[in-house]
């Protein structure tokens, strides 16, 4: 397993220790979440930092990267509603998404197909970190990131349909 393998299966580890710390009642623990959570975004970043810019790129990593996201989308989310910060449509709304994402991703990998992730899935993850990072810090008006992240969100899983779309058509025709 290569250095950025291994930061995506870190950034898995964090997931239960950001719910248990945020859902927790020590003293500090929006704080100490919040330093989860941004340990678990750069990650991210430097993860696929290192597998570009040391051609690291595995067909494990490009399945297990988006799976960390989404499982660490879905925690947060969860955790955010447990706590009544966002409305429980959100938590329907990107759970099933991404429970879809799983499914359709684990289908396509069967098939070994893999859709790579384009840019507007990549500023949607961004600007859910953002508006989740606010939302632990219980910035009032975070709450409308949230719903531009959950819109862009929708336009990027629309975006990866058309893609698999138009792949899908164009391995047919080879």
């Known amino acids: 397993m290569n250095t950025a393998n291994k930061l995506t299966v870190f950034?898995?580890?964090?997931?239960?220790?950001?719910?248990?710390?945020?859902?927790s009642p020590f003293?500090?623990?929006n704080v100490i979440a919040l330093f989860v959570f941004v340990l678990a975004g750069f990650t991210d970043f430097l993860d696929g930092f290192i597998a570009r810019k040391y051609?690291?790129?595995?067909?494990?990593?490009?399945?297990?990267?988006?799976?960390?996201?989404?499982?660490?989308l879905m925690a947060l989310i969860v955790s955010l509603r447990i706590k009544d910060l966002i409305p429980i449509w959100v938590l329907v709304v990107i759970v099933s998404k991404?429970?879809?994402?799983?499914?359709?991703?684990?289908l396509l990998y069967k098939k070994?197909?893999?859709?790579?992730?384009?840019i507007i899935g990549k500023l949607s993850t961004t600007l859910f970190y953002i508006a989740i990072g606010l939302l632990i810090?219980?910035?009032?008006?975070?709450i409308f990131l949230l719903y531009s992240a959950i819109l862009?969100?929708?336009?990027?899983?629309?975006?990866?349909?058309?893609?698999?779309?138009k792949i899908s058509k164009t391995k047919k025709d080879l």
């Open 27 to 29: 003293s500090y623990h």
């Open 112 to 118: 070994d197909f893999i859709i790579p992730s384009n």
């Open 137 to 142: 810090l219980n910035v009032k008006w975070s």
């Open 55 to 72: 051609n690291m790129k595995t067909k494990v990593g490009t399945v297990l990267d988006p799976l960390a996201d989404k499982l660490m």
């Open 152 to 165: 862009l969100s929708i336009i990027a899983f629309i975006s990866y349909f058309i893609a698999y779309k």
């Open 98 to 106: 991404e429970i879809l994402m799983i499914l359709f991703g684990l």
């Open 11 to 23: 950034r898995i580890i964090l997931i239960p220790i950001f719910v248990f710390v945020f859902l």
